[in-house]
């Protein structure tokens, strides 16, 4: 989960003076069904956030999940009738400072409210989207495959679907999955021995799914939405994650596995772009010198 900052709640005379029937919030690559990535945006995370943690008194019997829209507007400071216009996507340009308003009411931290910020400035596409595999923009450089083949720690190369393009055989004997040709999000969902070897396999699926709607603007046709399209079709976890409209950001981190081999080792991981790339990236697996993880990872080098 992200931290929830605060946001300064506006003045009345900052913001405008804000709901439409019920419907599958984010449902589909395009985010929703003909009413913009911005509304589809809005009723999801407004359905995430329930009556009590917005300061609400909850009495009698509540048919939704999450806040109600007028309730939305209430504590945003704008009208109803104004938030019922950006729910039905009628009103695709609202103000900084009614963003600002919409961001403190769902609970939004900083990384989602600018995600909020690019479906009003950008609607139709976003940066960072993937090329397809194969094309001239997904190719592995030969210089970065020398260096992959050199590397003493576990490498691959990825694109920004989590399509594996290239990887050393130290990656391979860590991960049988780790060839290229396999989607790292795709065997995270469906593949079961992805589950055993590791153990925190659905908080990396999230932020995978995380990632790539990042990427994915309604309208693409590009890899991530193919790849996002293919998912919805057989994983209902990633549905459920999908409809969330959870975003994040590529960083680094640690990946735990449980190893056939040489049982836990826990390794930082690094994504590191490549110039001249678009839309690739080096991702590198290592061990502090000298720790057990990296003792078990000269074992599997052999």
């Not at 029937?21 to 990535?37: I, L, S």
Request: hydrophobic share 40%; aromatic share 2%.
């Amino acid at each position: 989960m992200h931290d929830l900052l605060a946001h300064p709640e506006p003045s009345r005379d900052q913001v405008l003076t804000g709901p439409p029937q019920h419907a599958r919030a984010g449902h589909g690559v395009a985010g929703g069904r003909g009413h913009g990535p911005l509304a589809a945006y809005l009723r999801a995370r407004r359905g995430l956030v329930s009556p009590e943690d917005a300061g609400l008194a909850v009495t009698g019997t509540r048919r939704v999940a999450g806040l109600r829209r007028e309730e939305v507007a209430m504590l945003a400071g704008i009208s109803a009738d104004y938030y019922l216009r950006l729910e039905r996507g009628r009103d695709r340009n609202p103000s900084a400072q009614v963003l600002e308003a919409l961001g403190r009411v769902l609970r939004l931290d900083d990384e989602h409210l600018a995600h909020m910020r690019d479906l009003v400035a950008q609607p139709s596409r976003r940066p960072g989207a993937a090329a397809e595999p194969g094309s001239e923009a997904a190719a592995v450089p030969a210089g970065v495959l020398r260096l992959l083949e050199g590397m003493v720690q576990p490498a691959f190369v990825e694109d920004t679907a989590f399509d594996v393009l290239a990887a050393n055989a130290l990656a391979q004997r860590l991960s049988p999955r780790l060839v290229p040709g396999r989607n790292q999000l795709r065997d995270l969902l469906t593949e079961a021995d992805d589950w055993a070897l590791l153990p925190d396999h659905d908080a990396m699926a999230q932020c995978l799914v995380g990632n790539l709607r990042r990427i994915t603007a309604p309208g693409d046709d590009g890899r991530p939405a193919q790849l996002a399209a293919e998912l919805e079709e057989v994983s209902d976890r990633f549905r459920e994650l999908w409809d969330r409209h959870d975003v994040q950001g590529q960083s680094g981190g640690t990946v735990r596995f449980l190893h056939p081999e040489v049982g836990p080792l826990v390794l930082d991981r690094e994504r590191l772009a490549v110039e001249g790339a678009a839309g690739i990236r080096l991702v590198v697996l290592h061990a502090m010198p000298g720790s057990d993880a990296a003792a078990k990872l000269a074992r599997l080098a052999g």
